[in-house]
């Protein structure tokens, strides 16, 4: 059995969606979550724009889902070569999708899902991770063992340039974060060490980076990493401790504030504002999908569906407006079941 939990809303799977049970105080917090099946088994990465949802298929696809606000799919992009990691420019106008098995990085406008851009990264790199700063798009490469590394976009010359190699250092498997408003910098999260070693950079003139330190023995098998707005802190979720935890970017070696979740942390997100974090595991027997206030106090929690689903990997997306949280599940192994967008409504502050 699951152990018991203090849910915002206790969720129930039934073949139309999610049916909440709220108590006696939390009746009125919050609308029901909705659920939508996908036409694929094992998704990559959600993202929202605000009156637009994507999800991305997953290496052994060739689709992206567009869903509506409340997440009834309106469109498909199809004929794309395995697409993982999606990123959203900073006006939301621009989405950008890695296809690592193309060595390529393709642009949508997200208003008439036209293509705008593709980038070729070269043969042999793989990309499959994304991180957008300004004029840059920062993403992480390396097709096996030690070969990963950073490069970059630079998509105010014309044609974009790509430059690969950025920043020295090999990863097993690297995965960037950039602040939603602050362009200068950039963290590093290497995915292929347990334990596992962060990185932060400064990014200068041309798009170069300076280290500004590392620190390691942080946990096992980093899964997913969130720099808040202004680039002060970065939030990371990893398979062990069993809880988000925070470093500063000025110095990686100095922690910060921890919010304990449910054992095999594997997702984490943070509202554009930076007042609210959500963080998500791979928990069979526990709940997935935990919200909480900036300064630790738990606002919402949520269930989606046992054994039967458990939350991908880097599976969550806030709207805009931070009023709704974007989960995508699978059945954990095998993705013979269609996966699923959760729509999570959460309470205003």
């Not at 959203?88 to 060595?103: C, E, F, K, M, N």
């Not at 950039?186 to 950079?201: A, H, K």
């Not at 709207?319 to 949280?325: D, E, H, T, V, Y």
């Amino acid at each position: 059995m699951r152990r018991p939990l203090v849910l915002l809303a206790a969720l129930v799977m039934s073949l139309g969606g999610l049916a909440v049970a709220p108590g006696p105080a939390q009746a009125q917090a919050a609308a029901e979550p909705t659920v939508t099946r996908l036409p694929f088994g094992h998704p990559a990465d959600v993202v929202s724009a605000g009156d637009r949802v994507f999800i991305s298929g997953g290496r052994d696809a060739t689709q992206i889902v567009v869903a509506s606000a409340a997440g009834a799919i309106t469109a498909t992009i199809d004929g794309l070569e395995g697409p993982t990691d999606l990123q959203l420019s900073t006006d939301r106008r621009t989405l950008y999708v890695a296809l690592p098995s193309a060595d390529k990085i393709v642009a949508y406008d997200t208003g008439s899902l036209t293509q705008s851009a593709v980038h070729d990264t070269a043969g042999g790199t793989c990309p499959s991770t994304l991180a957008y700063a300004g004029r840059y798009l920062f993403f992480g490469y390396g097709c096996s063992g030690e070969s990963g590394e950073i490069g970059k976009i630079d998509l105010a010359r014309q044609p974009a340039v790509v430059t690969t190699g950025l920043t020295g250092q090999r990863f097993g498997a690297p995965r960037p974060a950039t602040a939603l408003r602050n362009s200068k910098v950039l963290f590093v999260g290497d995915e292929g060490g347990s334990p596992w070693t962060g990185y932060s950079y400064t990014i200068g003139a041309g798009g170069t980076l300076t280290s500004v330190g590392s620190t390691s023995q942080l946990g096992g098998n980093l899964s997913d990493a969130a720099v808040d707005p202004t680039g002060a802190t970065v939030y990371t979720a990893s398979g062990s401790p069993y809880r988000l935890q925070s470093f500063s970017m000025a110095d990686p070696t100095r922690t910060g504030p921890s919010y304990s979740i449910a054992p095999y942390p594997n997702a984490v997100e943070l509202t554009r504002d930076g007042t609210r974090i959500a963080g998500g595991s791979d928990a069979a027997y526990d709940g997935d999908v935990f919200v909480f206030d900036i300064d630790g106090t738990s606002v919402a929690a949520f269930d989606l569906g046992g054994r039967d689903h458990l939350l991908t990997r880097g599976g969550l997306a806030w709207a805009p407006n931070g009023r709704r949280l974007y989960a995508i599940s699978d059945d954990g192994s095998a993705y013979q079941a269609p996966a699923q967008l959760h729509v999570l409504p959460v309470p205003a502050a």
